[in-house]
């Protein structure tokens, strides 16, 4: 009740409003035309920032959830679209193994090294740029940037905070990014090779999973207890330096996390506690806010959900 009490005090004493602008970024180089969409807390002071980069399939109007809470807090965020693995892989009639065909390509390692590169792209971009339409870009703190993404976007989080996909070296790092997120990671079942894999990540960084994040209806326990330890890898591998969590919410499926509106209540509240971690978070990480790190200490989870700090 305690940790409850001092979110809300947090959340109230921050600004709710937020000017929101769509645009289109040219990077010339690579050929690229990038859908962004930024929310701005209202004002005129500097603030932190989050890169956002959603799973296969997703849009940049994704994660209008979490982006709410985290802007209450004041704390700017921009959505990414990526061309190659956004919504054009499942729109329009196709039969199963076209769709099959078309879900293959999206998750090809050049997509994800794309998307690596479209984040990189936008990060200096935002130091670049001093306005896009009605949003002051000068206000953006580059010094206090963050990445968080969902399943696919997850991915580009862990290779960014300093994956070892050989177990040797980290290829696609990113060292502008104080803290992470990652919802619905994925990883090596093996926990040996979880930790050659993470063990070198050395910045702050919240892992979100769900007890049926991305579990098949009616799978075998075998299957069930596979996924989990997919969805699990990259904390059991992150090394135990005080700034790595787990947050697991109990009934959470995997579309949950791409934090769109759900229309089931029991949904809702989920939605509701993981806006609530994911904003104490960062407030800790990127507003240095100590009252956010010390609920962090007991966060307003339900009884059935699991934090894990190491």
Not at 189 to 215: E, H, K, M, N, Y
Not at 262 to 286: E, F, G, N, S
Request: with cysteine; hydrophobic share 45%.
């Amino acid at each position: 009740m305690k940790s409850a009490l001092a979110l809300l005090a947090l959340l109230i004493a921050a600004p709710a409003a937020a000017v929101q602008c769509d645009a289109i970024w040219r990077d010339g180089p690579r050929g690229r035309d990038l859908p962004v969409r930024i929310d701005l807390p209202d004002g005129k002071a500097k603030l932190p920032a989050v890169i956002w980069s959603p799973g296969l399939g997703g849009i940049r109007s994704n994660a209008s959830r979490w982006v709410a809470a985290w802007n209450a807090a004041g704390i700017a965020v921009v959505r990414l679209e990526h061309p190659g693995s956004d919504a054009a892989v499942y729109r329009g009639a196709a039969t199963p193994a076209e769709r099959e065909a078309r879900v293959r390509a999206g998750i090809a390692p050049e997509q994800l090294l794309a998307r690596v590169a479209d984040v990189g792209f936008v990060a200096d971009e935002l130091a670049r740029r001093p306005r896009e339409g009605a949003c002051d870009l000068t206000r953006i703190d580059e010094d206090r940037l963050a990445l968080a993404g969902h399943s696919m976007g997850a991915w580009v989080v862990q290779a960014m905070a300093g994956q070892h996909p050989d177990g040797e070296h980290p290829l696609l790092i990113d060292r502008r990014f104080r803290a992470f997120i990652a919802m619905s990671s994925t990883g090596p079942t093996d926990a040996v090779a979880a930790r050659a894999q993470f063990g070198g990540i050395g910045r702050p960084l919240l892992v979100i999973t769900g007890s049926r994040d991305g579990v098949p209806a009616n799978a075998s326990p075998e299957a069930i207890a596979d996924t989990r330890a997919r969805r699990l890898s990259l904390f059991v591998g992150a090394s135990a330096d005080g700034r790595k969590a787990l947050a697991d919410f109990d009934g959470a499926d995997h579309l949950l996390f791409a934090g769109d509106t759900r229309k089931l209540p029991a949904d809702t509240q989920i939605q509701t506690r993981v806006a609530a971690i994911t904003t104490l978070w960062w407030r800790q990480w990127l507003l240095g806010d100590a009252r956010a790190g010390k609920a962090l200490a007991k966060p307003p989870l339900a009884k059935a959900d699991q934090w894990v700090r190491k």
